[in-house]
């Protein structure tokens, strides 16, 4: 691992599952090792998957079989910016597929429980616009949505 940080993903015994999965959703992303655990462990016995190194979109990650102590919360979620409607789409869709769950603004949790905010950049240059009446607008729209939707929020800026 060659960053200086490198945040880790604590997983109840899915953490080679879970990472085939994340690296499939976003280009520049890769598995680059799956580490067995040369002793029995609390999270598993000798041999078992103990840790899987893992770039996503370019970023250097752990997942660490640790058991079923820790879970993830929404303190700490991963935000991508996505190009358009269909990226947004098509994130949304196999994130929250088989157990994930849909929350506010665009956020949902995978079925692991990991939080995760699939952002359009167009949200973000209506919401941070000059004009604060067009940022409001898209701010209100966006309130009131589940998943990030482009068109609607091009409309509630449209007549401004």
């Given at each position: 691992m060659a960053d200086k940080i490198v945040p880790c993903l604590w997983?109840?015994?899915?953490a080679e599952t879970a990472t085939a999965f994340y690296v499939s959703l976003l280009p520049n992303s890769?598995?680059?090792a799956v580490n067995r655990s040369p002793v029995d462990t609390p999270s598993g016995p000798a041999g078992s998957v103990l840790t899987v190194q893992f770039v996503l979109a370019g970023r250097e990650y752990l997942a660490l079989?640790?058991?079923?102590?820790?879970?993830?919360?929404?303190a700490v979620s991963f935000m991508v910016m996505t190009e358009d409607?269909?990226?947004?789409?098509?994130?949304?869709?196999?994130l929250t597929a088989d157990g994930g769950r849909e929350n506010a603004c665009g956020w949902?949790?995978?079925?692991?429980?990991?939080?995760?905010?699939?952002?359009?950049?167009?949200l973000v240059e209506l919401t941070t616009d000059p004009d604060p009446a067009r940022a409001k607008a898209a701010m209100q729209a966006m309130m009131e949505m589940i998943k990030i939707d482009v068109a609607a929020l091009e409309r509630a800026v449209a007549d401004l």
């Open positions: 997983f109840d015994g899915d890769r598995i680059t079989n640790g058991g079923p102590n820790f879970r993830f919360t929404e409607q269909a990226e947004t789409d098509r994130l949304w869709d196999a949902l949790k995978d079925r692991w429980g990991l939080s995760w905010q699939i952002t359009p950049r167009r």
